[in-house]
């Protein structure tokens, strides 16, 4: 059901790889609720996805674009108001990686240029692509802004590896930008920590099925899925959350404030009785 939330409003999504990631039903969810905008991922990603297919649904340009280049950030916002007619009113960032997690590196023995790298990508990748924003005064008032996290990013996860320092570094920056686009553009800036959500990223992690089940188990309303966060970010893209900054907001069925559930305490308890 559309309710035309962000009917006159122009945006960048960044990450849409395919039909499972976060960034793929956000840009289905905005156009559903009027929005215009444009689409854009690294050169690479866009050779291994359907984004092409994404756009020609949603009526969008497809601009490929390194988010950790300077000049390719630059050219994909100025671009992007030419072709969208004007300032921009929403940026999703949905972009991380981590060269340790691909190349089975145990946080205990990472390789520190991979660690950069994936630094850069996952979360320098954020301060970038706000710093041209900022600079270019390329956002509407009472704009929106937001970057995907995780909750590893407070708490001990350890196949995670060094995402979850990326993932903090993300929150800090978030809130730190977001100090100063608030102050003389009147943008918000928030980071959304998501459920353990079965993407193409996600499902990356070692012994991810495992641990949304348990996920699942502990979260008193279940975990959230992709298309549920979609519907989240479009509220906080809308006007309706024009006063929300600064926040981490857990989108993630209660799990990240639970100790323990009933159904997790049986399983443990029966797995010890054996």
Known sequence: MSYNLLKGKRGIIFGALDENSIAWKTAERAHEEGAKFVLTNAPVALRMGGIKELAEKTGSELIAADATNMEDLENLIEKSQEILGGKL??????????????KGKHYTENNYKFSEKGWDISALSFHKTMQVLYQKEAMNEWG???ALTYMAAQRVFPDYNDMADNKAYLE???????????????????????????TTAGSGVKGFDG??????????????SAD????????????????????????DGGFSNMGVSDKIMKAFEKGLEK
Not at 89 to 102: A, E, K
Not at 172 to 198: D, H, L, M, W
Not at 211 to 224: D, I, Q, V
């Open 228 to 251: 549920e966060c979609a519907d989240y970010i479009i509220s906080m893209f809308s006007d309706l959350t024009k006063k929300v900054t600064l926040q981490n907001l857990f989108h």
């Open 144 to 146: 929106s802004i937001l």
């Open 172 to 198: 800090s920056i978030a809130r730190s930008f977001g100090y100063f686009f608030g102050e003389k553009f009147k943008v918000r800036v928030n980071t959304i920590s998501q459920s353990p959500t079965p």
């Open 89 to 102: 009113d929403f940026v999703l960032h949905s972009i991380g990686m981590s060269v340790n997690v691909r």
């Open 211 to 224: 641990f949304l089940k348990y996920a699942e188990e502990m979260s008193p309303l279940g975990n959230a």
